[in-house]
């Protein structure tokens, strides 16, 4: 019997080694999403950017702010004299963080005290704005061991920082994800569907016969996409009335630009499942194909992992994942509830990276009907 499972074995073995495809795939691919994903999965402030406004413009203020600022994780990008240019920094996602100290800051503390000063969080990002929220409540607590040390005496006034979300007031999980939910699950769908359409015709011996009839090419290839793209958009209206029913998620801004987002992004998930379709001889290789193309997309995108914290190399590599993109759209419009002004850049990259994946898919197409 041993001897047997050992021929088994042995014979799994050399069917596995004698494939270049299935070598490459054991071996190529979890060395790059150890190295990429041990780089990007990492819960913690590297670099976080901060407008300040000192109201105050004493020495303690002064010294609360080269605190906040010591570790060199948080950095004052901008100084300004009025809370509503903070609040406008906010709002247009230049700085994560607005931190106002009041007039009667050192005042306070002189009379026994506490100060306060309100940091005032971008809540679109919940997960990274609640690693900021910590690593400001705990250098606060270190500012405030350091004027103990420095004061020789037994227990005074304290600095309190009075914390806020700015469009996502409890920084709440559900209103961060949910909407994102809406860019993941349209890139799972159109992209398996995709990935299987061409590989499942060739694998039955259909694609044939679809080649020698009438059917051009270029009817074929619209026949193939277009029922995928309906059900994109049919997904993105049933979730968007499941986030807004049943979990309550604020719609502040225009469904209108979110439907009209929508065909960038899927220029590109449609166009990585043709691509993915037309190298793949199999239906098994497709479904393999699809998973290691789905990972990194999805923990490069920001869904769950900041990019801030990401090494500048693994950051490069987001700027080619088209669902960052759709992400930040997203969350802005059902928490921000901005407009095209403001998301026209998001909108270009996803045009672009449409046309780059959407390109390849239709070569790779292309070269399969050949």
Same mark, same amino acid.
Request: hydrophobic content about 50%.
């Given at each position: 019997?041993?001897?047997?499972?050992?021929?088994?074995?042995?014979?799994?073995?050399?069917?596995?080694?004698r494939?270049?495809?299935?070598?490459?795939?054991?071996?190529?691919?979890?060395?790059?999403?150890?190295?990429?994903?041990?780089?990007?999965?990492?819960?913690?402030?590297?670099?976080?950017?901060?407008?300040?406004?000192?109201?105050?413009?004493?020495?303690?203020?002064?010294?609360?702010?080269?605190?906040?600022?010591a570790?060199?994780?948080?950095?004052?990008?901008?100084?300004?004299?009025?809370?509503?240019?903070?609040?406008?920094?906010?709002?247009?996602?230049?700085?994560?963080?607005?931190?106002?100290?009041?007039?009667?800051?050192q005042?306070?503390?002189?009379?026994?005290?506490?100060?306060?000063?309100?940091v005032? *969080?971008?809540?679109?990002?919940?997960?990274? /704005? #609640? &690693? !900021?929220?910590?690593?400001?409540s705990? =250098?606060? %607590?270190?500012?405030?061991?350091?004027?103990?040390?420095?004061?020789?005496?037994?227990?005074?006034?304290?600095?309190?920082?009075?914390?806020?979300?700015?469009?996502?007031?409890?920084?709440?999980?559900?209103?961060?994800?949910?909407?994102?939910?809406?860019?993941?699950?349209?890139?799972?769908?159109?992209?398996?569907?995709?990935?299987?359409?061409?590989?499942?015709?060739?694998?039955?011996?259909?694609?044939?016969?679809?080649?020698v009839?009438?059917?051009?090419?270029?009817?074929?290839?619209?026949?193939?996409?277009?029922?995928?793209?309906?059900?994109?958009?049919?997904?993105v209206?049933?979730?968007?009335?499941?986030?807004?029913?049943?979990?309550?998620?604020?719609?502040?801004?225009?469904?209108?630009?979110?439907?009209?987002?929508?065909? *960038?992004?899927?220029l590109?998930?449609?166009? /990585? #499942? &043709? !691509?993915?379709?037309?190298?793949?001889? =199999?239906? %098994?290789?497709?479904?393999?194909?699809?998973?290691?193309?789905?990972?990194?997309?999805v923990?490069?995108?920001?869904?769950?992992?900041?990019?801030?914290?990401?090494?500048?190399?693994?950051?490069?590599?987001?700027?080619?994942?088209?669902?960052?993109?759709?992400?930040?759209?997203?969350?802005?419009?059902?928490?921000?509830?901005?407009?095209?002004?403001?998301?026209?850049?998001q909108?270009?990259?996803?045009?672009?990276?449409?046309?780059?994946?959407?390109?390849?898919?239709?070569?790779?197409?292309?070269?399969?009907?050949?």
């Open positions: 019997m041993f001897g047997r499972i050992r021929h088994i074995v042995m014979k799994e073995f050399i069917h596995v080694l494939d270049r495809r299935l070598r490459a795939v054991l071996i190529l691919p979890p060395l790059f999403q150890l190295v990429v994903l041990g780089y990007a999965i990492d819960l913690d402030v590297k670099f976080a950017s901060l407008a300040v406004l000192d109201g105050d413009r004493t020495p303690l203020s002064r010294d609360l702010r080269d605190s906040l600022t570790t060199g994780r948080m950095t004052v990008t901008h100084e300004v004299s009025r809370a509503a240019d903070g609040a406008g920094l906010l709002d247009s996602g230049k700085v994560d963080a607005f931190i106002h100290i009041p007039q009667g800051f005042r306070d503390f002189s009379r026994g005290r506490n100060p306060a000063f309100q005032v *969080l971008d809540g679109t990002d919940a997960a990274f /704005a #609640g &690693l !900021l929220a910590q690593r400001i705990g =250098t606060t %607590q270190h500012f405030n061991a350091g004027i103990l040390e420095k004061s020789g005496k037994g227990p005074g006034p304290r600095v309190e920082a009075v914390q806020r979300g700015w469009f996502n007031t409890n920084l709440l999980s559900r209103n961060y994800f949910v909407p994102g939910i809406i860019a993941l699950i349209v890139m799972i769908i159109t992209l398996m569907l995709t990935a299987m359409a061409i590989v499942r015709e060739r694998e039955t011996g259909t694609l044939e016969q679809l080649l009839s009438p059917v051009h090419p270029v009817e074929l290839l619209l026949g193939k996409i277009i029922p995928f793209a309906i059900i994109a958009f049919a997904e209206a049933m979730i968007t009335a499941v986030a807004l029913l049943i979990f309550q998620v604020p719609l502040r801004g225009s469904l209108t630009l979110l439907f009209v987002s929508t065909p *960038l992004y899927l590109s998930t449609l166009g /990585a #499942g &043709l !691509l993915i379709s037309s190298v793949s001889r =199999t239906q %098994q290789q497709a479904m393999m194909a699809t998973f290691l193309f789905m990972l990194p997309a923990l490069l995108s920001g869904f769950a992992f900041p990019i801030h914290n990401m090494p500048p190399m693994v950051q490069a590599l987001t700027w080619l994942d088209p669902l960052r993109f759709f992400l930040v759209i997203v969350r802005e419009i059902f928490l921000k509830g901005v407009g095209i002004t403001t998301l026209w850049p909108m270009a990259a996803l045009f672009l990276l449409g046309l780059l994946f959407f390109g390849l898919g239709v070569a790779g197409f292309t070269r399969t009907i050949d």
